[in-house]
């Protein structure tokens, strides 16, 4: 028999603002995306000092999954079998950009290892796992635009082949400080919006 | 000898994004490493490389960083009998 899941709770973070389950937890107009993503951490009152040693994906990924999880209210002392399933287009280019101009010149050839740590887009699944102790399935597919059929399909058979409890999907993007969104939902046994690709692209596009 | 300390912690605060440490609260003695700032072994490496791009001081065995980089002090000491630019 086939179980019923459901949107538990979701996230968006773009155009200067961050949103849990529609309603606006922070707004600021900052010039550029590390001011707005800072005053976004210290609002939100997310303690954990390596969130400034990520760059702008991790950053981006991290607060989201962060404010999601959190609203879980999960027990930090315990493992949580929730897969992550995190999706982009740009995969983990910003970073790769600076990685290539550290290393373009012979004469001034410095590679930074805390840039080149982030030349994968799959490390901002890391992060959140380490915070949340999160031994549990992941993948980052890169697509040329949100894919709410593939995410639905993965995360409903993670749940039926009981691969996880809980998924936690959806897109991640960051290209620059114009071009920045994060889009997570968690999908569950529990809740009240049906799982499926038409209620996704409805929270996704509101 | 002082500047240098002074430029030390400047450089490590802003290289290795130590977001809410000032330049006042890092003694001279106090370890970079464990219980002192809580740095990390990708910040031992950016020290590797800020030594290399500010000093002109190459570390063939990271392995060495283990003493250079006990305290800001040490580091300074270093430094000054080993600098090339």
Not at chain 1, 76 to 97: C, G, P, Q, Y
Not at chain 1, 172 to 186: C, I, N, P, T
Not at chain 2, 4 to 32: F, H, M, R, W
Request: proline letters at 3%; aromatic letters at 10%; hydrophobic letters at 35%.
């Amino acid at each position: 028999m086939t179980k019923n899941n459901y949107i538990k709770s979701y996230v968006h973070i773009k155009n200067n603002t961050v949103s849990l389950n529609g309603t606006v937890v922070y707004n600021d107009i900052e010039p550029d995306f590390k001011s707005f993503i800072k005053g976004a951490y210290k609002a939100v009152d997310t303690k954990y000092p390596k969130f400034f040693k990520m760059d702008s994906l991790s950053k981006l990924a991290f607060l989201a999954g962060d404010i999601v999880l959190n609203s879980e209210q999960l027990s930090i002392e315990e493992e949580h079998n929730i897969a992550l399933v995190f999706s982009n287009k740009a995969s983990s280019l910003d970073t790769d950009r600076k990685h290539q101009e550290s290393i373009q010149y012979k004469e001034n050839y410095y590679p930074s290892p805390a840039v080149f740590v982030y030349t994968l887009p799959n490390i901002c699944i890391g992060e959140i796992s380490i915070k949340h102790k999160l031994y549990s399935e992941n993948s980052f597919f890169i697509f040329d635009s949100f894919n709410a059929a593939h995410l639905e399909v993965y995360a409903t058979s993670l749940l039926a082949d009981d691969k996880a409890d809980k998924v936690l999907c959806g897109w991640v993007e960051y290209d620059g400080d114009d071009s920045y969104e994060a889009f997570l939902y968690l999908v569950s046994p529990e809740g009240k919006i049906t799982h499926n690709k038409e209620e996704i692209i409805k929270l996704y596009t509101n | 000898m002082e500047s240098l300390k002074q430029e030390l912690k400047e450089n490590i605060i802003e290289q290795l994004n130590l977001e809410d440490i000032s330049v006042a609260e890092i003694g001279d003695n106090d370890p970079l490493f464990g219980d002192g700032l809580g740095l990390d072994s990708i910040d031992a490496l950016e020290l590797i490389v800020m030594l290399d791009k500010d000093y002109g001081i190459k570390l063939t065995d990271p392995k060495e960083g283990k003493t250079i980089f006990e305290s800001i002090e040490v580091m300074a000491n270093y430094i000054s009998a080993n600098r090339t630019k």
